[in-house]
């Protein structure tokens, strides 16, 4: 058995450090290019179309409203990673490895737009009528490779097994160390909470995220550029130390070990590539159930989850490890606990180490309620409904088992299913570009020069009123 996980462990490591992270890198730089550097040429428009509408009604067709399936999603990659797994990379990367985890970010941007964009355009209704599409659907649909599609759908669905378990023992450990919970109780309440969720289906999940996501991203980073406002004499050389160190090695310091320019890519890109998930095709299955009138509107909202994910809550947990002291302070091989230690530097270790314990225990929950939806609609797209409730169910015993650290064995697999899960979805993505190419077309040319003529012409005319005028047209 030892033999069999080492052999695991090693095939993931394997594909996760070269052949995958190239294929994303080149892809998303692939998609970048066919959809025109759009992430970038648009982002005012994309901020005006996605935080500027937050709480604007919508009539159109979907089963969800669109900050809903964005927070839904976002559920899905804001937590763990974002906090504790920052500083792994730093402290296995150096600081340069916020600068390749930033570079990833800005490229997939790119890639989860066009995922996001392919699963609004070939959605369809479900025997409840619900909205729902993902990569199993466009890859089916616009390629007519059923088996892709159905190897998609079957890898990500027992995925999603490991998955649950990994997240939900992270939990039951950190609060037994906190707060000296069993873990038994932490796994039972769990469970009671997440079916209270799941049971809703789509719509009590997007009710659920579209209030809790927010409150806890904001009040996270409220806290993080507390900190960072504290030591801000420090900014500059920290910025320093990550520009310089994407490029160049730095020596050994304090509990640091030291790192290459190999390590810094490689644990940066890591890193970009966990945090937001693009390319996964996770985000396109909650997008899918999203209200709207164009299948690119809805996919800015993938472009504006990667900012957030990791060019906003990513670089607030590197920046406060960093400007505070704590990664040359903690070895490797306590790194998970950094941010601990970091913010332990204003608020002390125990308000400290309960912020975050606190924090992500309702990440986790939210994680968690999405991830089993998704694994649902992979049974349902494979089987039928009675199929997604019976993964329902394996899902929410697979959260308990994990907090007790039951079926260890089952977790080497994440790495490696997750893999699969990856090139099923990214390079039917990369066949598909015209497509993406040709959506995003048309949204610009049909969608927002219309709206900018129209608002143009508008302004031009009130010009040419006079003070009158302007008050009886406000009327």
């Known amino acids: 058995m030892d033999v069999f996980e080492t052999l695991v462990a090693d095939i993931s490591d394997f594909l996760w450090t070269y052949p995958l992270a190239i294929i994303l890198i080149l892809g998303g730089i692939f998609l970048t290019i066919r959809i025109k550097f759009f992430q970038f040429r648009f982002f005012g428009h994309v901020l005006h179309q996605t935080v500027g509408q937050i709480f604007k009604k919508t009539e159109k067709t979907g089963t969800i409203t669109p900050f809903q399936a964005f927070t839904s999603a976002l559920a899905s990659t804001a937590g763990a990673t974002n906090i504790v797994g920052v500083p792994v990379a730093i402290s296995l990367g150096g600081p340069g490895a916020l600068f390749w985890m930033w570079m990833v970010a800005l490229i997939g941007m790119a890639t989860k737009y066009s995922e996001i964009s392919l699963g609004l355009k070939y959605r369809e209704k479900n025997e409840k009528n619900e909205w729902v599409g993902g990569p199993q659907y466009y890859i089916r649909k616009a390629l007519g490779w059923k088996w892709v599609a159905s190897a998609f759908a079957f890898f990500l669905m027992i995925e999603l097994i490991p998955s649950t378990m990994v997240q939900s023992n992270s939990i039951a450990t950190q609060t037994e160390g906190a707060f000296g919970w069993p873990v038994e109780i932490t796994g039972l309440v769990m469970c009671a909470v997440i079916a209270v969720v799941v049971f809703g289906g789509i719509k009590r999940i997007g009710k659920v995220t579209d209030k809790m996501v927010p409150a806890m ?255 009886r047209a406000a009327r």
């Open 217 to 471: 991203v904001l009040t996270y980073v409220g806290v993080c550029l507390y900190i960072i406002f504290v030591n801000i004499d420090q900014i500059p050389s920290v910025f320093g130390l990550i520009f310089t160190h994407a490029f160049t090695p730095i020596s050994a310091a304090g509990g640091f070990a030291g790192a290459g320019i190999a390590q810094a890519l490689r644990w940066g890109i890591a890193r970009g590539l966990y945090s937001n998930e693009a390319g996964l095709g996770t985000a396109p299955i909650a997008h899918s159930a999203a209200k709207t009138d164009h299948p690119s509107r809805q996919a800015l909202w993938g472009i504006f989850s990667v900012f957030v994910d990791t060019i906003v809550i990513c670089s607030m947990s590197g920046l406060v490890v960093l400007v505070t002291g704590a990664w040359t302070e903690v070895g490797t091989a306590d790194a998970s606990n950094m941010i601990n230690v970091a913010i332990a530097t204003e608020f002390g270790d125990i308000l400290g180490g309960a912020f975050i314990t606190v924090f992500l225990i309702f990440f986790v929950i939210t994680t968690l309620g999405v991830l089993i939806f998704y694994g649902e609609k992979q049974a349902e797209f494979l089987f039928n409904l009675k199929a997604a409730r019976f993964m329902r169910v394996v899902y929410i015993l697979a959260v308990f088992f994990g907090a007790v650290g039951g079926l260890q064995f089952v977790w080497q697999f994440l790495d490696l299913l997750l893999a699969f899960v990856l090139l099923a979805n990214i390079i039917p993505l990369l066949f598909l570009h015209k497509e993406i190419a040709a959506l995003t077309d048309d949204y610009v040319n049909r969608v927002y020069k219309k709206k900018t003529k129209k608002r143009t012409v508008t302004l031009f005319v009130e010009d040419e009123m006079d003070d009158d005028e302007k008050r």
